[in-house]
């Protein structure tokens, strides 16, 4: 969810400096300069001027995320890996309580189920409830087949009214949970037979508060833009995540394929139901009030991505919203935090502003584009050497694409590389529908809108016709 889309934004950085790179930098002429001067200065253009600072900002920012990307890959490449609870394969398991978020899902529904029944965590401790929100196809039925077949194994939750959305949904549904685990798949994924137990072994340490695993595409092979995820996906979770976890930085939760302690959760102020980015928005609220969360890179879980772009500008505008959201309500808090170390809280706030980054870019490269109307090439011709530098950093290096690179090679699938310069595509639409949606927020919030859940559209039913 929120987690899956912070990726695909990290690298738009480059796009603005292939434009800042490719702009006339001499100086132009048919501007007046004082006698006896042969390079205008700053303040020869008082407007110009304070353009050039804007963008000699924005084009230092992105160097410190083009740094963290490096930093990251180098890590995953060289550094120990961390995985402090994979060795857990025979312990007392808890009672756990697993919930399937499932709305309009009568296409994938019945394979969740299918392979939750058929994990190996013991059954007597497994509380199966697919939460039914308001579906109008034939989910609700489907649920019901499986509960008439195994009723000591499964309890449904039908959700008839109430908030919209998936927050408000498990939100209503965690009160029945049994047991102080709550582990929580959206519909279309589909676990494998161990991965309720790899899931669980990091929640023997009483200081974690919530648990990750990996996400992998079931359906990549579909069309340009599944390839593309699937890229993207592998980055962000095979290079971004485990780098976080190997460097005690923050991984962060993203709402399926993990879970949560409960207790913890009702420590940091229960679950809310205000946002459209439930998984950021735990995350960030138990790592400012102590809690650890825990990235497992082993334990994969396979999922559907959009196959059209539409369906994936929805996404990924409902991710940017429900992130901004977190962003403004604890980013001051998580900043001053008494429970992290500097690391995290920079990490956590660099995180925290990567779906302000694609308008920061924008901005940029409207100011770019100013300054050479403006005649004012010669102020940027003072920022050659940091251009130089950001071109390297974001370019020469690929950045996330950097990341996408290392990723797929440590997965031992070379051929996907040759997609890699699409991907500059698939940044591009995230920069305008990211952009797009700072701006809606900014309206729901003076207009005092409520912000509207769009589901993603499944597919596994149609391509079995």
């Known amino acids: 969810m929120a987690l899956r889309a912070v990726r695909c934004v990290r690298s738009v950085g480059g796009l603005a400096a292939a434009l800042v790179v490719a702009l006339p930098v001499a100086a132009q002429t048919g501007v007046m300069l004082p006698q006896g001067a042969l390079v205008p200065s700053f303040k020869d253009y008082p407007g110009a001027s304070v353009m050039a600072v804007m963008l000699f900002v924005i084009v ?10 490096f930093v990251f890959t180098m890590n995953r490449l060289t550094a120990r890996q961390r995985h402090p609870y994979i060795d857990i394969v025979v312990a007392n398991w808890p009672m756990i309580t697993v919930f399937i978020a499932a709305h309009n899902e009568e296409k994938v529904i019945a394979g969740c189920i299918e392979a939750l029944l058929n994990t190996d965590y013991p059954a007597d401790r497994l509380k199966i409830i697919p939460v039914n929100d308001r579906s109008k ?62 899931l669980v072994a990091p929640f023997f340490d009483p200081e974690v508060g919530a648990v990750m695993g990996r996400v992998v595409p079931m359906n990549s092979g579909a069309n340009l833009l599944t390839r593309l995820l699937d890229l993207e996906r592998s980055g962000g979770y095979q290079v971004d ?6 460097m005690n930085l923050l991984p962060q ?87 992290l170390n500097f690391a995290q809280r920079l990490d956590g706030v660099l995180l925290l502003f990567v779906f302000v980054i ?14 050479y109307f403006l005649n004012a090439g010669s102020l940027l011709a003072k920022l050659i050497p940091l251009f130089a530098l950001m071109a ?54 003076v207009l005092s809108r409520e912000m509207v859940w769009d589901k993603t559209i499944r597919y596994r039913g149609e391509a079995a016709k």
Request: aromatic share 12%; charged share 20%; glycine share 10%.
């Open 241 to 246: 995540q485990q780098a976080r976890m190997n």
């Open 358 to 371: 694609p308008l920061v870019m924008l901005l940029g490269w409207f100011l770019a584009l100013g300054l």
């Open 137 to 198: 196809d034939g989910t609700g039925a489907i649920i019901d087949s499986y509960v008439a077949r195994f009723p000591s194994r499964m309890s449904p939750f039908h959700r008839t009214s109430g908030k919209a959305g998936k927050s408000a949904a498990l939100k209503d549904a965690l009160a029945f949970a049994e047991g102080d685990i709550a582990i929580i798949f959206d519909a279309d994924y589909v676990p494998g037979r161990g991965l309720l137990k790899q």
């Open 60 to 69: 230092g920012l992105m160097m410190v995320y083009g740094v963290r990307h």
């Open 392 to 445: 390297y950093g974001t370019l020469g290096n690929f950045a996330a694409f950097f990341e996408i690179v290392i990723a797929v090679l440590i997965d031992g699938n070379r051929r996907r590389l040759r997609l890699l310069p699409f991907n500059l595509l698939g940044f591009l639409v995230s920069l305008f529908a990211i952009s797009g949606a700072v701006w809606s927020l900014v309206l729901d919030r």
């Open 253 to 339: 939760y993203g709402g399926t394929v993990g879970g949560v302690r409960l207790s913890a959760v009702e420590a940091v102020g229960g679950w809310h139901d205000d946002t459209l980015a439930e998984d950021t928005d735990i995350t960030f609220r138990l790592m400012f009030n102590g809690w650890k969360t825990v990235y497992t890179n082993r334990s994969e879980c396979y999922e559907e991505v959009p196959e059209d772009w539409a369906v994936r500008i929805k996404q990924v505008t409902r991710w940017a919203k429900g992130h901004n959201q977190v962003m403004a309500r604890y980013g001051w808090k998580f900043a001053t935090s008494p429970y």
